[in-house]
């Protein structure tokens, strides 16, 4: 798991601090901070995969029941994936956020996940060239 290209790392560290501007500026602007409970999962979604997600390939045996937890994780991992576009989207029905926050906060969001993929994309294609 090493990127070993500073450029890369240049992009994401650029890339997730566009996304947390984003996610304060939801706030800020229209004076409201009901959408920080999205920034809350954040925090909330890569929990279930750290901790179910990663069982390592010496299962003693229990292949099945470890990849059944492994399956656990990554639902549950996407189930807080979707809780957090879903929030902003439930608050703005409700009118409790303007349709402005909305915006920012589901580019907030795309922002991240666009991150989080870019890490992921170069992060298995270092692993690869080893090989």
């Not at 929990?47 to 990663?54: C, E, K, Q, V």
Request: net charge negative.
């Amino acid at each position: 798991m090493a990127i070993q290209d500073s450029r890369v790392i240049l992009v994401l560290a650029l890339m997730f601090s566009t996304g947390v501007l984003l996610q304060i500026l939801g706030c800020v602007l229209w004076r409201n901070w009901w959408p920080m409970l999205t920034g809350l999962m954040y925090v909330l979604v890569p929990m279930p995969y750290l901790f179910f997600g990663s069982v390592g390939s010496d299962t003693y045996g229990l292949g099945s029941l470890a990849s059944g937890w492994v399956d656990a994780g990554k639902f549950l991992t996407g189930f807080s994936a979707v809780g957090s576009i879903a929030i902003p989207a439930i608050l703005a029905h409700a009118q409790v956020i303007t349709s402005g926050a909305l915006i920012m906060e589901l580019a907030a969001a795309f922002v991240l996940g666009c991150t989080i993929v870019t890490y992921d994309y170069f992060s298995s294609r270092d692993s690869m060239s080893y090989f």
